[in-house]
């Protein structure tokens, strides 16, 4: 069984026409699955969708075989962490804080945090790279080093599948490849991981499925052979774009004529 099941997807906004229509993918454990699309596609709305955030207009998410839209929050933590594009604090969380609610899902209302609980929140912070951020206040970060720390909060809330909404769009140049090189480390762990990314280059990497929205509410979905071509992403983008393989760094790359 697939952990995500999405079956004939469609969204649309209110009073607006549908953002996407008939999308259908299936995402299995250690499976990444990147979704590539122009500016307004409806990646972050998608992403929504397999959230449980936004109501489908037609079709079926099932996650862990399950409709998504009879289930309880809770019971969406405990199998899938959604890391959004715009990450708010309102309050004066610390880093370690607001990295420790990840364990929300497995801790009772009445019950406050353990030792363990912290433990697991500095080993995430840890493995995110941002320890000396630990005792920070997680409203006075940058949006990349809120990103890195979001992350560690799932890491944290442990689910089976992970989605990022562009996790690597406030970073610099060596924070986006460590990111995408943590997402290979998750899926080779057992994770599965859903993000969504401008770059093409990202999904080379990854070098697993792929979903492209072209910008007029379909998706294309396969391999990266099959879906990061010189006709594919020059369409989808409206730019001329050249696939060529370097042999420096041994793998394609996709480079806009300029
Ligand atoms: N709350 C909303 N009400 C109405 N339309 C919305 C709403 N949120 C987003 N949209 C519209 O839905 C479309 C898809 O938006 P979405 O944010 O999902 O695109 P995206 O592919 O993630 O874009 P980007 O790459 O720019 O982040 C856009 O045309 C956007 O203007």
Redesign the pocket.
Known sequence: MSLLEVKNAAFA?PA?SE?FSDVSFTVRKGQVFTIL??????????LGCLAGLNKLSAGQILLGGRDIGAMSRRDIARLQGFVP?TLNSVYAYSVAEYVVMGRAPYISSLRRPTKEDYAAAFEAIETMGVGHLAARSFSELSGGERQQVAIARILVQNPQLILLD?PTSALDFGNQIKVVKMVRELSQKGYSVIM?T?NPDHAVMLDDTIGI?DGGGHMRVGTAAEILTEECLSAVYHTEVKVSYVEKVNRNACLAVF
Request: glycine share 16%; aromatic share 12%.
């Open positions: 906004y607006f953002t699309g122009p500016n307004g596609a409806g990646k972050s709305t998608l594009q562009e969504t401008h929205l």
